[in-house]
Each structure stands twice: as structure tokens, then as C-alpha cells.
């Protein structure tokens, strides 16, 4: 069954700390994002790759890093974890084949920033 | 920039009324579109899409969508709404026209509330 697996579901993390939250796809998709939710707002792409070992930044990039070393595995970074970081985080995948594709998401993790 | 709209943040509907949630949409051509749905603590599971032809699609869990070019429009329907359907409902579409990518943009939800 296709899923996309997301690691930790949850995680209080300290000001200025390194967080990193891993996904993992079992879909072969060669597309995998990574979005935030805020509370009361959509999402928003904070980065994404179409192939393993390249990254593309989103619309929300700045104080986020991320990694694709296979096709099967995602990591979002906060490097330095702030405050406004505070959110719930989506990745999803989705297989090639432009905008019909509705990419799959995996339950999120919900992070907290003190 | 293609965009979305969801004018409603929060609907309230009674157990076995009807349901329509709104969707406007700012694209260049004729898109694909989403519908999302967000049960309490989850991940997004897709309701339904729409590929251009056919204006009305059925989804899941007996919800439809009509699409309508000259509205600019893809509104979310339900006949009779069951206490399982209380959920934050996202409509989206293609960030880019053209290329490769599933990347969406998506509105910012609507939160449906189900009272008995």
C-alpha cells in the first residue's frame, strides 16, 4: 500500500537547537515536498525535489535546509530552530506527470519551538 | 501567480443537511483541481480532482465538485452530511502551469463543524 511515513509525529525542540524531521515513501514517486501548516492557514511549500541528492527551494525556504540522499527518503533541517518555526510539518510525495498528480501526505509532525 | 481562495473559514452544519463548501480559483488556462480533506490529528487524504472535461466529479464519502470556468469556481458538495465529515477542507491547485511537479497551492481551509 502506498504511504508516506513521517518521523517524529511529534517533537518539542529549544531555541536555537537543530531539529530534523525525516520522511519516507514507499510510492517510487520521483516528486517529494515538505510543507508548513500554521494554525488557521493552509499550507505552504517550504521545499521539494523531483531526484535523489538535489533539493529546490519552495515559497517559505529561509531558516530551512533539506536532503534527498535517496529516492525514497526526505529530511527537512532547522539549523538553528526558531520560535516562529513553530508549526505542524507535511511532506508528501507524487509521481510524475505534471499538475494532475495529487500528491500523497503523511500525517505530519508536529513541532514546537520553546 | 495562480491562487486560491476559500471564503468561508468556518461552516456549521446539522447531521444530515446538506453541505457546499466554496472554492475560487486564479489560474492561467483551464487547471487541475484538488479537493483536500484534514480529519482532526491527520495528514491530508484527497477527497477528489478534477481533470478538464466532465464539470461535475465525484469523490469519496459521497462528495462531488462542479467545476465552472466562467466562475472561476470548484465548489464542494455533500447531499447529507454525517458527523465523521467534521474536518478542515482544503481546495488547491497547481502551483505552476506546465512542468513536471505535483506542486499545489493551496487555500487556506475551511473548518466544517457537524452539530446532532
Known amino acids: 500500500e502506498a504511504a508516506v511515513t513521517q518521523s517524529p509525529r511529534s517533537k518539542v525542540a529549544v531555541t536555537g537547537g537543530k531539529v530534523t524531521l525525516s520522511c519516507h515513501q514507499t510510492n517510487n514517486h520521483d516528486y517529494m515536498y515538505w510543507y508548513r501548516q500554521d494554525t488557521g492557514h493552509g499550507l505552504r511549500l517550504i521545499h521539494y525535489s523531483y531526484v535523489a541528492d538535489s533539493t529546490e527551494k519552495g515559497d517559505i525556504p529561509d531558516g530551512y535546509k533539506a536532503s534527498r540522499p535517496s529516492q525514497e527518503n526526505f529530511s527537512l533541517i532547522l539549523e538553528l530552530a526558531s520560535l516562529s518555526q513553530t508549526a505542524v510539518y507535511f511532506c508528501a510525495s507524487s509521481g510524475q506527470g505534471g499538475g494532475n498528480q495529487a500528491p500523497l501526505f503523511g500525517e505530519g509532525t508536529r513541532l514546537s519551538v520553546l | 501567480a495562480q491562487s486560491v481562495t476559500q471564503p468561508d473559514a468556518r461552516v456549521t452544519v446539522s447531521e444530515g443537511a446538506s453541505l457546499q463548501l466554496r472554492c475560487k480559483y486564479s489560474y492561467f488556462g483551464t487547471p487541475y483541481l484538488f479537493w483536500y480533506v484534514q480529519y482532526p490529528r491527520q495528514g491530508l487524504q484527497l477527497l477528489l480532482k478534477?481533470?478538464?472535461?466532465?464539470?461535475v466529479v465525484q469523490g469519496v464519502n459521497g462528495f462531488e465538485a462542479e467545476f465552472s470556468k466562467s466562475n472561476s469556481s470548484f465548489h464542494l458538495r455533500k447531499a447529507s452530511v454525517h458527523w465523521s465529515d467534521w474536518a478542515v477542507y482544503f481546495c488547491?491547485?497547481?502551483?505552476?502551469?506546465?512542468?513536471?511537479?505535483?506542486?499545489?497551492?493551496f487555500g487556506e481551509g475551511t473548518q466544517v463543524t457537524v452539530i446532532s
Open positions: 488547491a491547485v497547481p502551483t505552476n502551469t506546465g512542468g513536471l511537479s505535483g506542486k499545489l497551492t
Open positions: 478534477y481533470y478538464p472535461g466532465d464539470p
